[in-house]
T-cell receptor
Framework: AQKVTQAQTEISVVEKEDVTLDCVYE???????LFWYKQPPSGELVFLIR??????QNEISGRYSWNFQKSTSSFNFTITASQVVDSAVYFC???????????????FGGGTRLMVKP | DAGITQSPRHKVTETGTPVTLRCHQT?????MYWYRQDPGHGLRLIHY???????DKGEVSDGYSVSRSKTEDFLLTLESATSSQTSVYFC??????????????FGPGTRLTVL
């Protein structure tokens, strides 16, 4: 069975600080996909990134960066120079590649609530 | 933004009553999913569909049923609502090929309260 752990339930930082959100996963599959979603106070779920298990290159998108390390089963998310608008709950999720019609069921971590104070 | 709507957006009901939540998509995606979100649990999969009239159970399917008679609509029914089903319900859609996966995009959510 697959599992995703986000050990940090809440993080509070002051604006302009860098912050890293941790994500550790468990899976028996060699082919799998990792995701990060953002849930702002308005409640919707916003897709941020998808990474497959064969691509360990780190990715940067503006102030966001992701560090994927298969050796430690981690997919951490860093926000550089945080802003108040980054305040949200962030979810890490895992899915295995599917066969036939099974669909890709996402397994979510419990989420990390990030509060950025001005 | 993916064209996904959910209705109703908020509902308060009483224990023992039936409730149906609707998810509607305009993307013609094959796969549709229902999740529930509860504090500390993230989102958990209830049921999913891989085509018209093709559905299967997820992690927390007890007490729920689904139907999909058209590509664009996926209904979630609580036959007899219980207080433990108080939650926020999200619908998601995706379109995948064999052996790969695609991103799931989520609807705005439905907040259900069972008194």
């Amino acid at each position: 069975a697959q599992k995703v752990t986000q050990a940090q339930t809440e993080i509070s930082v002051v604006e302009k600080e860098d912050v890293t959100l941790d994500c550790v996963y468990e899976t028996r599959d060699t082919t799998y996909y990792l995701f990060w979603y953002k849930q702002p106070p308005s409640g919707e779920l916003v897709f941020l990134i998808r990474r497959n298990s064969f691509d360990e290159q780190n990715e940067i998108s503006g102030r966001y960066s992701w560090n994927f390390q298969k050796s430690t089963s981690s997919f951490n998310f860093t926000i550089t120079a945080s802003q108040v608008v980054d305040s949200a709950v962030y979810f890490c999720a895992l899915s295995e590649a599917f066969v036939n019609n099974a669909g890709n069921m996402l397994t979510f971590g419990g989420g990390t609530r990030l509060m950025v104070k001005p | 933004d993916a064209g996904i709507t959910q209705s109703p957006r908020h509902k308060v009901t009483e224990t023992g009553t039936p409730v149906t939540l609707r998810c509607h998509q305009t993307e013609n995606h094959r796969y549709m999913y229902w999740y529930r979100q509860d504090p500390g649990h993230g989102l958990r999969l209830i049921h999913y569909s891989y085509g018209v009239k093709d559905t299967d159970k997820g992690e927390v399917s007890d007490g729920y049923s689904v139907s999909r008679s058209k590509t664009e609509d996926f209904l979630l029914t609580l036959e007899s609502a219980t207080s433990s089903q108080t939650s926020v319900y999200f619908c998601a859609i995706s379109d995948q090929g064999q052996g790969i996966t695609d991103t799931q995009y989520f609807g705005p959510g439905t907040r259900l309260t069972v008194l």
